[in-house]
């Protein structure tokens, strides 16, 4: 099991950079194939993006395609993941959960452990 918490969420104004991390326990963080999603009040979460458990692989939503980058650091004492927001824009107000899968691919939305998440408020 892998216990993950989020990070970096907070109020930003539009068209800024924006880095969520997401730390996860355990000393077996490289086994995860780690994804980001995001959920307004009302309305179903949404996948943001995906990272293999090398971090080779990447997939992300169109929604957020060119904006949005996903790294992770598989050293033992970092187990982060990160999800780099560049030109924010009010639509990306959301909470944003990090998730991690034992499953090999990043176009799966199924996950099977997750933060409980942090809130990004952009403002026009």
């Known amino acids: 099991q892998v216990h993950l918490v989020e990070s970096g969420g907070g109020l930003v104004q539009a068209g800024v950079s924006l880095r969520l991390s997401c730390v996860a326990s355990g000393r077996t963080f490289s086994t995860y194939t780690m994804g980001w999603f995001r959920q307004v009040p009302g309305k179903e979460r949404e996948f943001v993006g995906a990272i293999s458990r090398g971090g080779t692989y990447t997939n992300y939503a169109d929604s957020v395609k060119g904006r949005v980058t996903i790294s992770r650091d598989n050293d033992n004492a970092k187990n982060t993941v990160y999800l780099q927001m560049h030109s924010v824009k009010p639509e990306d107000t959301a909470v944003y959960y990090c998730?991690?899968?034992?499953?090999?691919?990043?176009?799966?939305?199924?996950?099977?452990?997750w933060g409980q998440g942090t809130q990004v408020t952009v403002s026009s």
């Open positions: 998730a991690a899968k034992q499953g090999l691919r990043v176009d799966s939305r199924e996950y099977d452990y």
